[in-house]
Nanobody, 118 residues
Framework: QVQVVESGGGLVQPGGSLRLSCAAS????????MSWYRQAPGKERELVAS???????TYGDSMKGRFIISRDNSQRSVYLQVNSLKPEDTAVYYC????????????WGQGTQVTVSS
């Protein structure tokens, strides 16, 4: 059974930081690209960052700098460090597992809410 479970969201003041965690199981970890997406109210879901098994990382447009993705292959986990949070970072953050080759199966977590407000 596949599980993708995010944690670490919450209410943060502007300028603060958060570390989101995603733990996954039920699929061949090395075959999957792990990514963070976010979806703000009334907006489309957008890519924040991706991490490949071998260490390569990519970031979505305008995401480089304040967002840092990391991956612990021994723990089958991926993390997103978000610094200098802004109100416009308020969104539901989703963890995604996408098969790198073959049918490119996608798995999604249920999301974790991040609210940036004073």
């Amino acid at each position: 059974q596949v599980q993708v479970v995010e944690s670490g969201g919450g209410l943060v003041q502007p300028g603060g930081s958060l570390r989101l965690s995603c733990a996954a199981s039920g699929f061949t970890w090395s075959e999957y690209v792990m990514s963070w997406y976010r979806q703000a109210p009334g907006k489309e879901r957008e890519l924040v960052a991706s991490s490949f098994y071998g260490g390569y990382k990519t970031y979505g447009d305008s995401m480089k700098g304040r967002f840092i993705i990391s991956r612990d292959n021994s723990q089958r986990s991926v993390y997103l460090q978000v610094n200098s949070l802004k109100p416009e970072d308020t969104a539901v953050y989703y963890c995604n597992a996408r098969q790198r080759v073959g049918p490119q199966i996608n798995y999604w977590g249920q999301g974790t809410q991040v609210t940036v407000s004073s």
